[in-house]
């Protein structure tokens, strides 16, 4: 089995900074990629940001320019630095990574969520 443990998350008011982190720990044997989505009140979860173990990156575009993923893949973490927070970047934020088994089978995990408010 695979745990992600989140961390970070807050009420920060806008234009402030948040760092979040989700470190992966269990059965892993690689993990091909690690992301962030988010899930705001009445709306779906949506993609924000995703990184390789090459260290490709993808983001949501209203999130270029302002969010920054990076990982750590000898400890198995995945970080979020949020820059300029809007109010509509509001939402639980929840990580994920696609783990490699020993096998060769992925499967998605996911973290237990972290709340991010932006308010001021």
């Known amino acids: 089995q695979v745990q992600l443990v989140e961390s970070g998350g807050g009420l920060v008011q806008p234009g402030g900074s948040l760092r979040l982190s989700c470190a992966a720990s269990?059965?892993?044997?690689?993990?091909?990629?690690m992301g962030w989505y988010r899930q705001a009140p009445a709306k779906q979860r949506e993609l924000v940001a995703v990184i390789t173990s090459g260290a490709d990156t993808n983001y949501k575009d209203s999130v270029k320019g302002r969010f920054t993923i990076s990982r750590d893949n000898a400890k198995n973490t995945v970080y979020l630095q949020m820059n300029s927070l809007k109010p509509e970047d509001t939402a639980v934020y929840y990580c994920?990574?696609?783990?490699?088994?020993?096998?060769?089978?992925?499967?998605?995990?996911w973290g237990q969520g972290t709340q991010v408010t932006v308010s001021s």
């Open positions: 994920h990574a696609d783990v490699m088994s020993i096998l060769g089978r992925t499967t998605r995990y």
């Open positions: 269990g059965s892993i044997f690689s993990i091909p990629a």
